[in-house]
């Protein structure tokens, strides 16, 4: 079982960025598929961002509309390690961020359905005033 370590969360002012990631034990990464989500308080947790299993030297990603432009997801499989780069941080984007993995084929599964995910990290707060 993949046990997942996220980092990297803090407070920022607006238009700042934040680098967060994701370690993973017990397992290799580069055997899932491994998404972002994120969850403010009183709302639903929201897919944020997700990448697959290398096909070659490259990956798929796709992300969610609001980070699109400004949030990159990227993986160093050697390392183990998901990231998430998050440059002109705004209020709305403060909420706990998870990474997730999922044994799930990228091209069929429902990538922002957080069901779709197999294992979950604890989560960092990421926290952006204005």
């Known amino acids: 079982q993949v046990q997942l370590l996220e980092s990297g969360g803090g407070l920022v002012q607006a238009g700042g960025s934040l680098s967060l990631s994701c370690a993973a034990s017990g397992h290799t990464l580069s055997n899932y598929v491994m998404g972002w989500f994120r969850q403010a308080p009183g709302k639903e947790r929201e897919f944020v961002a997700a990448i697959s299993r290398s096909v070659g030297h490259l990956y798929y990603t796709e992300y969610l509309d609001s980070v699109k432009g400004r949030f990159t997801i990227s993986r160093d499989n050697a390392k183990n390690t998901v990231y998430l780069q998050m440059n002109s941080l705004k209020p709305e984007d403060t909420a706990v961020y998870y990474c997730?993995?999922?044994?799930?084929?990228?091209?069929?599964?429902?990538?922002?359905?957080?069901?779709?995910?197999?294992?979950w990290g604890r989560g960092t707060q990421v926290t952006v005033s204005s």
């Open positions: 997730a993995g999922s044994m799930n084929r990228y091209s069929s599964m429902r990538l922002r359905d957080p069901p779709s995910y197999d294992y």
